[in-house]
């Protein structure tokens, strides 16, 4: 097979490969991709003009029925544990979804454009093979966000029917340090996740549609029924931080920030999975601006009164939802909470990490994996890693996994914005993403620069990784010591390296204009 170096992003389109319609959106042209092949199968293939019809309120949807969870409820409980005041929490939070918010539509451009998804994107720059590096980091942090949140679902319904069914309930014989009935709520709460999904995208967007309004009015039940409950508002929000704003602040605030924006960098890398589905590009800026930072925040403020509410209820501040939902004195209480845990925590964990490891996992072997296999496989994996683990404490949660995360998650998104903004100003020839051979191939199907860009990222985003005595799996002075100042800024040095670094490697290897076909 023949091998090709970078090229030129002046280098003209073939016209007869792709179909162009007035609002610029693409499609290819027919016969220009064999439905079958190596790289190829029926959910890779780019979605047809025709079936590209989600609209500003699908994406809005989306992003309600996403934030509104048990863990996006907590993000700021954590942040407080930490030692902030509600302002300085929800500022955080705010700023992040600002932040995270601009890779979310840079990425997310080339799906109603091209109607593809994000490991064909990721071929652009890493090559058809090369790509999967990306895609498998990718579905390795979705399987265990899967896990995380579906351990959290199962907790939340665990608790409520005990609420419901008594002692009896709780006290059950424990398996593994847990009672059975709570490894019963998890596997229940497992399969129901998947029953939904293998049904496919379509009906994943009917379900945002109507979960989105549901999971807001339940939140603001909460906070009717906690606000008439307490008679206002006030014990938690005269609260002082244990920080201040001023040098125990800041040590806080930007591994914080990192980890606020490692909790969206999953889906800053694999939006086009969702907007390739998009009607333009209009619906897919405009659908995810309004929803994603404004509903982030209005929820982290939330979440905030409702807790200040139980302080002057109940003595003390209780920051977990389902626990407090469970102190509702009416059946009728206790069951409206549980569905709406149910639909909450199911509307996000499809979404957010359910569909992308499937395109991934789908993208490693085409002809042998398929949507619904990838769910599958996405499921299997989300038990396998323990996710009960992984939420022990706010410092294993913010800093270690979230911060992590973003880090690595980060490097790549700098290397497909570096490439299909910089190097190729948005124009992608659509037949070559699956063409072996094409101008996509690079070097036996790998990019060697974005391999080294994302490398050399990723080692300075999370190589420096630290945990405080006692409270996570790094060394005290990191894992290479003198990386450790950059640990704390995981998430933007990830990003900055490795866009810049590519943008260099690909614009002087461009600039020889070298290619063999």
């Excluded at 609002?23 to 190829?40: L, N, S, T």
């Excluded at 009717?224 to 508002?233: E, I, N």
């Excluded at 390296?497 to 290619?515: C, D, H, I, K």
Aim: aromatic share 12%; with cysteine.
């Amino acid at each position: 097979m023949p091998a090709t170096s970078p090229v030129p992003p002046e280098l003209p389109i073939t016209p007869t490969d792709q179909i162009t319609a007035p609002d610029g959106r693409v499609e290819p042209a027919p016969g220009a991709i064999a439905p079958h092949g190596r790289f190829v199968n029926a959910d890779l293939y780019p979605v047809p003009l025709a079936e590209r019809r989600w609209t500003t309120y699908n994406f809005a949807a989306l992003w309600v029925g996403m934030a509104h969870n048990i863990p996006s409820w907590t993000l700021a409980s954590g942040l407080v544990a930490l030692g902030m005041d509600w302002k300085q929490a929800v500022f955080t939070i705010a700023l992040a979804n600002l932040v995270v918010l601009v890779p979310m539509l840079l990425t997310g451009h080339a799906g109603p454009k091209y109607g593809i998804p994000f490991p064909v994107l990721a071929r652009a720059s890493f090559g058809l093979r090369g790509a999967n590096l990306p895609a498998l980091v990718r579905a390795a942090v979705a399987c265990c966000w899967f896990g995380i949140q579906t351990w959290i679902g199962g907790q939340g319904i665990y608790i409520l029917l005990g609420k419901i069914f008594g002692g009896d309930w709780a006290g059950a014989t424990e398996i593994a340090g847990y009672p059975w009935t709570l490894w019963l709520c998890f596997l229940v709460f497992w399969a129901l996740e998947l029953a939904i999904i293998l049904r496919g995208m379509e009906t994943l967007r009917r379900f945002e549609n109507w979960a989105a309004p549901f999971v807001l009015v339940g939140a603001l039940a909460l906070l009717g029924w906690m606000a008439a409950k307490a008679g206002g508002f006030g014990p938690l929000l005269d609260q002082p931080s244990a920080l201040g704003w001023g040098e125990d602040f800041w040590p806080v605030f930007f591994p914080s920030l990192m980890g606020m924006i490692g909790f969206w960098a999953t889906l800053s890398l694999n939006i086009p999975d969702f907007t390739r589905f998009g009607a333009g590009q209009r619906a897919q800026v405009w659908g995810q601006t309004l929803g994603l930072p404004t509903t982030m925040t209005a929820f982290a403020l939330l979440s905030v009164l409702v807790t200040s509410g139980s302080q002057a209820v109940y003595g003390a501040p209780i920051w977990d939802p389902v626990a407090l939902a469970g102190k509702a004195d009416s059946i009728f209480g206790l069951l409206f909470a549980l569905v709406t845990v149910l639909i909450a925590t199911i509307s996000v964990n499809i979404a957010a990490n359910v569909v992308s490891p499937a395109y991934d996992l789908a993208h490693l072997a085409p002809k042998l994996i398929n949507f619904r296999t990838g769910a599958l496989i996405t499921g299997v994996v989300g038990v396998i890693i323990l996710p009960w683990k992984l939420t022990a404490t706010p410092e294993l949660y913010i800093f270690t996994w979230l911060g992590v995360v973003g880090g690595l998650l980060g490097t790549v998104a700098g290397i497909l914005i570096a490439d299909y903004w910089i190097i190729r100003r948005t124009v992608l020839d659509l037949a070559d993403l699956y063409r072996p051979g094409g101008r996509y191939w690079y070097t036996a199907g790998w990019n060697w620069r974005a391999v080294l860009a994302f490398v050399t990222g990723g080692l300075l985003a999370v190589g420096g990784s630290y945990s405080q005595p006692g409270k996570g799996p790094f060394p005290a002075d990191g894992l290479i010591p003198f990386l450790q100042p950059l640990a704390d800024y995981g998430w933007a040095v990830g990003l900055g390296v490795a866009l810049t670094l590519y943008t260099l490697l690909m614009t002087t290897a461009s600039g020889r204009g070298s290619r063999t076909v």
